[in-house]
């Protein structure tokens, strides 16, 4: 079983940066696919970052070049550094862990971010 709480949340102007932070539970952390979607009101969840256990990173067409994902094992942490952020993207941010060979998958409970001026 894996708990995964959101911080880091919040209200920021068009332009700004948040850095998003996931804290999980559990054991064989590092084994874990991690990620981060987000969901807008009215929209479908949608793919923001993953970041493998070896590392290698996956995102979204529209956070590429502005969103950046990152894990530290030893604390058991993801982190999402966005940057120039833009009013879309506004939504709960919830964080991911998957481990696909063991058909095991968790969700936080999400961190809303608003970017509006």
């Known amino acids: 079983q894996v708990q995964l709480v959101e911080s880091g949340g919040g209200l920021v102007q068009p332009g700004g940066s948040l850095r998003l932070s996931c804290a999980a539970s559990g054991s064989i952390f590092s084994m874990y696919r991690m990620g981060w979607y987000r969901q807008a009101p009215g929209k479908q969840r949608e793919l923001v970052a993953l970041?493998?256990?070896?590392?290698?990173?996956n995102y979204g067409d529209s956070v590429k070049g502005r969103f950046t994902i990152s894990r530290d094992n030893a604390k058991k942490m993801v982190y999402l550094q966005m940057n120039s952020l833009k009013p879309e993207d506004t939504a709960v941010y919830h964080c991911?862990?998957?481990?696909?060979?063991?058909?095991?998958?968790?969700w936080g409970q999400g961190t809303q971010v608003t970017v509006s001026s």
């Open positions: 970041i493998t256990s070896g590392g290698s990173t």
């Open positions: 991911n862990s998957a481990l696909p060979t063991r058909g095991l998958e968790y």
